[in-house]
């Protein structure tokens, strides 16, 4: 009922095209790359895979596809988890029905969208994350190929995971890991991993 509501909302606005609806992530990924629309809506609490699950895939596609997550918690770490997972609208149901054609508008443009009453949320992250490149300037010393893999080690995923979500082998993984390690000058088996995951949201 939700979700019709809002298909209602779309398709009454004439600068928006409506593609289609689905209510999981197994109906939801063939079709949208299919149809290839210019900015998915994902429920975050989708039944089975979450929606920030799909919001990664669709980065990876070519060209990307801008995604917005509707939830209903506020939760600062969830907004957090689905930035990494590379949406840029966060929309709360609650503020939906007045949110979502603006927010869609300027995803498309580029741009990022937060509901008004998170916005506090994305200054913080960006002051957070500046404040551990002061007190860490080697972080700059990373490739991007490298920033990603330690953003993917903040997941807690193993290198056989990482290579398969970046498409190279678990060894070339681990090469990189152990270079990101020593330019953090990290040591011991697991210090990258907890380095990464205490700062996961900084990264």
């Known amino acids: ?17 409506w593609t289609g609806a689905a209510g999981d992530t197994v109906e939801a990924w063939p079709r949208i790359q299919a149809l290839r629309p210019q900015v998915a809506v994902l429920d975050v609490e989708l039944p089975g895979r979450s929606g920030l699950d799909l919001a990664a895939d669709l980065q990876r596609l070519v060209p990307p596809i801008p995604s917005i997550a509707l939830t209903m918690h506020k939760d600062e770490s969830l907004f957090n988890l689905a930035m990494d997972r590379g949406v840029t609208g966060y929309i709360l ?4 029905v007045t949110d979502l054609i603006n ?22 992250r960006h002051q957070q994350q500046q404040a551990l490149r002061r007190s860490l ?7 991007p190929r490298e920033r990603r893999i330690l953003k993917l080690t903040a997941e807690n995923r193993s290198c056989k995971e990482i290579g ?8 070339t993984v681990e090469t990189h890991r152990a270079s990101i390690a020593r330019k953090l000058e990290l ?17």
């Open 93 to 96: 149901k609650e503020n939906a």
């Open 103 to 124: 927010g869609i508008l300027a995803v498309a443009r580029g741009e990022v969208f937060l509901s008004p009453t998170i916005s506090g949320y994305l200054l913080r």
């Open 137 to 143: 300037p080697a972080l700059d010393l990373l490739t």
């Open 1 to 17: 009922i939700f979700r019709e509501g809002l298909a209602q909302v779309i398709q009454a606005d004439p600068r928006l095209e």
């Open 187 to 203: 040591r011991g088996s697991h210090a990258l991993l907890q380095f990464a995951i205490e700062h996961r949201f900084q990264l």
């Open 164 to 171: 398969q979500a970046l498409f190279i082998s678990h060894r």
